[in-house]
């Protein structure tokens, strides 16, 4: 059974910065894009960050310049560095993995909050 398990979610104040991981596990044969989401009280969920197999990456624009995403594929892990976080940066974060197992798939972590306090 594929797993994403996430870590490094917290209470920050504004203008700090936090570190999310998401680790892959179980049994698969391959991870396509890998990224993170997040999801507000009362909003929609939406995408933060997405990186490709071989490294290209794109952003919302509300995070542009403050976070970076990486990628170590022989571990099999997906990471978000957030800068200058914003209180509305305040949300739920999931990680996702696009990942073939007996055919591809969609796969989501179980999500990990991340506060920002003004």
């Known amino acids: 059974q594929v797993q994403l398990v996430e870590s490094g979610g917290g209470l920050v104040q504004a203008g700090g910065s936090l570190r999310l991981s998401c680790a892959a596990s179980?049994?698969?044969?391959?991870?396509?894009?890998m990224g993170w989401y997040r999801q507000a009280l009362g909003k929609q969920r939406e995408l933060v960050a997405l990186?490709?197999?071989?490294?290209?990456?794109n952003y919302a624009e509300s995070v542009k310049g403050r976070f970076t995403i990486s990628r170590d594929n022989a571990k099999n892990t997906v990471s978000l560095q957030m800068n200058s976080l914003k209180p509305e940066d305040t949300a739920v974060y999931y990680c996702?993995?696009?990942?073939?197992?007996?055919?591809?798939?969609?796969?989501w972590g179980q999500g990990t909050q991340v506060t920002v306090s003004s």
């Open positions: 996702n993995a696009y990942i073939l197992n007996t055919d591809w798939s969609d796969y």
């Open positions: 179980g049994r698969f044969n391959g991870i396509s894009a």
């Open positions: 990186i490709s197999s071989g490294g290209a990456s």
